[in-house]
């Protein structure tokens, strides 16, 4: 078995070698690979301006909108029929910053920042207003907050600054009143943020839940491990929050924690998971009954040839499965990890390939015996998994889309409302929509009003 690094310098030139991976693997062949279940419906790349290709991150869906974050700005797509292309790029807003993380609240999004090198555009809808701490938010880092009242002309109203960036944010809904924890880590390594110094906080935001271009930051949460490892804390990446059950699931580099949120200000740790074989803790979503919480992976910080074992028992790159039906004590049931590998011309491009679990949904299914859960892994495509024996979890469906023989960099899949939506990055291939059969609209209960992926909330049509 693997060891956990311990270190977080180590762990963080992992993560940051992620971001240097800029060339999409090439296959040997142009077929796609898939179940006889799956079907791709349409794959629309993002589109920056005439000449320019995003490289997309995260979703986020309002209605019959889907916010397509990128690290040249947000991407504003509407789901329409099959005579139209499934899908139709509408807005664009234009200003770059590192991670893109996506979710919105009303006619605003939010949008992350996590390099300030990256957030170096400056004009009448970027980089136009003042920050809670600069004159300026050029290159600055932390949370942007864009309106999208006019889809064809998004305009920046406020920028949260927080140290350290936000790699992440996870939106709180209570009631009149919205909170976002930002996570962050010490990726960049400049004078405030580095290895030597740590993060080990949460970044806490607040606005009134009708109007986020009145942002305010609150301050920190410390979420440093117990006992710390042996330099500096880190932080978290990533969380899945239930308002309503007032609790969150958070993968914190080094662990994952459960937090009770009754008061959303000022989050408690409930619990701490600890795992020798995952490296880095990277997302965390709860199953619709509360039951059960899927912690992933991410292998080696998705550097290159991160995570690529081609062995559904592997523990290289997994989901795990932990029952938290006591969220004081959580228990560990199984795990899943991607059963394929792509078809690599030379050793060179395998070595440019990662497959490890990245972001996925669990399926809010009308059977609640069963338990599927729909992810991306990067250079593998989409998988879709039955855990309903979460100690003998099966593949039922996958896709692994390669036009011209290029292996995608998928970052994100979602189930929603009939369809899966995906969003690839430095493959450039853009916004994708595929259709696992069986699963529609019989099976699954439809979100009404959209979906925030990382915010839990069970409004159905």
């Given at each position: 078995?693997?060891?956990?690094?311990?270190?977080?310098?180590?762990?963080?030139?992992?993560?940051?070698?992620?971001?240097?991976?800029?060339?999409?693997?090439?296959?040997?062949?142009?077929?796609?690979?898939?179940?006889?279940?799956?079907?791709?419906?349409?794959?629309?790349?993002?589109?920056?301006?005439?000449?320019?290709?995003?490289?997309?991150?995260?979703?986020?869906?309002?209605?019959?909108?889907?916010?397509?974050?990128?690290?040249?700005?947000?991407?504003?797509?509407?789901?329409?029929?099959?005579?139209?292309?499934?899908?139709?790029?509408?807005?664009?807003?234009?200003?770059?910053?590192?991670?893109?993380?996506?979710?919105?609240?009303?006619?605003?999004?939010?949008?992350?920042?996590?390099?300030?090198?990256?957030?170096?555009?400056?004009?009448?809808?970027?980089?136009?207003?003042?920050?809670?701490?600069?004159?300026?938010?050029?290159?600055?880092?932390?949370?942007?907050?864009?309106?999208?009242?006019?889809?064809?002309?998004?305009?920046?109203?406020?920028?949260?600054?927080?140290?350290?960036?936000?790699?992440?944010?996870?939106?709180?809904?209570?009631?009149?009143?919205?909170?976002?924890?930002?996570?962050?880590?010490?990726?960049?390594?400049?004078?405030?943020?580095?290895?030597?110094?740590?993060?080990?906080?949460?970044g806490i935001i607040k606005f009134p839940t009708n109007n986020?271009?009145?942002?305010?930051?609150?301050?920190?949460?410390?979420?440093?491990?117990?006992?710390?490892?042996?330099?500096?804390?880190?932080?978290?990446?990533?969380?899945?929050?239930?308002?309503?059950?007032?609790?969150?699931?958070?993968?914190?580099?080094?662990?994952?924690?459960?937090?009770?949120?009754?008061?959303?200000?000022?989050?408690?740790?409930?619990?701490?998971?600890?795992?020798?074989?995952?490296?880095?803790?990277?997302?965390?979503?709860?199953?619709?009954?509360?039951?059960?919480?899927?912690?992933?992976?991410?292998?080696?910080?998705?550097?290159?040839?991160?995570?690529?074992?081609?062995?559904?028992?592997?523990?290289?790159?997994?989901?795990?499965?932990?029952?938290?039906?006591?969220?004081?004590?959580?228990?560990?049931?199984?795990?899943?990890?991607?059963?394929?590998?792509?078809?690599?011309?030379?050793?060179?491009?395998?070595?440019?390939?990662?497959?490890?679990?990245?972001?996925?949904?669990?399926?809010?299914?009308?059977?609640?015996?069963?338990?599927?859960?729909?992810?991306?892994?990067?250079?593998?495509?989409?998988?879709?998994?039955?855990?309903?024996?979460?100690?003998?979890?099966?593949?039922?469906?996958?896709?692994?889309?390669?036009?011209?023989?290029?292996?995608?960099?998928?970052?994100?899949?979602?189930?929603?409302?009939?369809?899966?939506?995906?969003?690839?990055?430095?493959?450039?291939?853009?916004?994708?929509?595929?259709?696992?059969?069986?699963?529609?609209?019989?099976?699954?209960?439809?979100?009404?009003?959209?979906?925030?992926?990382?915010?839990?909330?069970?409004?159905?049509?």
């Amino acid at each position: 078995m693997r060891s956990i690094i311990r270190k977080p310098g180590a762990l963080i030139a992992a993560l940051a070698v992620g971001l240097a991976f800029s060339v999409p693997a090439q296959a040997g062949h142009d077929e796609d690979l898939h179940s006889d279940n799956m079907k791709l419906l349409k794959r629309k790349a993002i589109k920056v301006s005439k000449d320019l290709i995003g490289q997309g991150s995260d979703l986020a869906f309002d209605g019959k909108r889907i916010y397509a974050g990128s690290y040249q700005g947000t991407a504003l797509y509407k789901i329409v029929g099959k005579k139209k292309g499934y899908i139709k790029q509408i807005g664009f807003h234009q200003c770059p910053g590192s991670q893109g993380d996506v979710s919105f609240v009303g006619k605003f999004v939010l949008v992350s920042v996590d390099a300030p090198a990256s957030n170096n555009v400056q004009n009448g809808v970027c980089n136009n207003t003042k920050t809670n701490d600069s004159d300026s938010s050029l290159e600055k880092e932390g949370v942007r907050i864009v309106d999208y009242s006019d889809p064809r002309q998004p305009k920046q109203v406020a920028f949260i600054e927080s140290t350290c960036g936000s790699h992440t944010h996870t939106l709180v809904p209570d009631g009149a009143t919205t909170y976002a924890y930002v996570l962050a880590y010490p990726i960049n390594q400049s004078d405030t943020c580095n290895a030597a110094v740590g993060h080990g906080a949460v970044g806490i935001i607040k606005f009134p839940t009708n109007n986020p271009g009145k942002a305010s930051f609150e301050g920190y949460f410390d979420v440093t491990p117990t006992p710390l490892p042996n330099d500096a804390p880190i932080g978290c990446h990533d969380l899945q929050a239930w308002p309503e059950r007032d609790i969150v699931i958070a993968a914190c580099i080094t662990e994952s924690q459960v937090w009770d949120i009754s008061d959303p200000a000022a989050p408690e740790i409930l619990a701490r998971i600890t795992n020798p074989d995952v490296q880095i803790h990277h997302s965390a979503a709860f199953s619709w009954d509360g039951k059960y919480a899927i912690i992933s992976d991410e292998y080696g910080g998705a550097a290159g040839g991160g995570g690529c074992a081609g062995d559904k028992d592997s523990t290289i790159g997994a989901m795990w499965f932990y029952d938290i039906s006591d969220p004081t004590a959580p228990s560990l049931e199984g795990h899943y990890s991607l059963p394929r590998i792509p078809v690599w011309d030379d050793e060179q491009e395998a070595q440019r390939s990662r497959c490890t679990t990245h972001l996925y949904t669990i399926l809010p299914m009308k059977d609640e015996s069963k338990y599927i859960a729909v992810s991306s892994y990067y250079s593998g495509g989409i998988s879709a998994v039955d855990f309903t024996d979460p100690a003998n979890p099966e593949e039922i469906g996958y896709y692994l889309h390669q036009p011209g023989g290029i292996v995608p960099d998928m970052w994100s899949s979602y189930w929603y409302n009939g369809r899966i939506y995906t969003n690839d990055h430095l493959s450039g291939q853009g916004v994708g929509v595929y259709k696992l059969k069986g699963f529609g609209r019989k099976q699954v209960r439809f979100y009404d009003g959209g979906l925030n992926p990382q915010t839990q909330i069970a409004k159905f049509k």
